[in-house]
């Protein structure tokens, strides 16, 4: 099957790599073949508890109504195999007007609603925890320049004590979105933890209508989270300049 992992494919019985996708940089993501059915296979190093809490999540958020890509179980029923999920592929194009952006807003409320008093995903943070936490997932503080952390806090630290709910982490970039007339899908939950909702509300043309405080308090909160993320590379930087000197 070609690389170390993706082996793993075969428990899907007749199942076939077609081509790469862009996923990210922490995993591979390819279309699929499954069974004579388009799909997409995600591998990576994530740990089982870590990927069940993804795929519980999906597939909660498809008995509520929102179209998200639904994990195709296994031959032998499991809904992943050693770092490998796969999931229905969806068809659509990327958001691209004002009216698009504005539907993908009413669909991230949509699943903040479905998703209130969900659970962390294992091991990792919110952006309020890392107010005192060092380290969740992706996130090392102590890699960062202390200036740099602190500025973070105090952008994290305008959120204190708002309710939180699952966000999907990333929804601002349109590779993110699959848009037909009759629906948007919300497809990549790599990045999905539990989280402020605000976070996943700064959208071009300001398309959650937010009013200017709570768009420059989500605006800033949200660079800081990705600077400290993506720590190491020129686009955390890139982010951590937009959050403001204390």
Known sequence: MGPVGWEALERWGDAARVEPLSGGVANDVWSVRVEGRLAVARLGARSDADLAWEVELLRHLAREGLTVPVPIPTKDGREFADGLVVVTYLEGGPPETEADWRRVAETLRQLHRSTQGWPQRPGWRSSTDLLHAETGTKVELGAMPREGVARCRAA????????????????????????????????????????VPDLDLVLPHNAAGLDESTHDTAAQAS??????????????LERLAEVREI
């Open 156 to 195: 994290w630290a305008r959120l204190a004590g708002r309710r939180t709910c699952v966000v999907h982490g990333n929804p601002a970039n349109p590779g993110n979105v699959r848009i037909t007339a009759e629906r948007v899908a919300l497809i990549d939950w790599d990045e999905s933890h539990v989280d």
């Open 223 to 236: 660079a800081a989270w990705e600077a400290a993320v993506c720590w190491g590379d020129d686009y955390a």
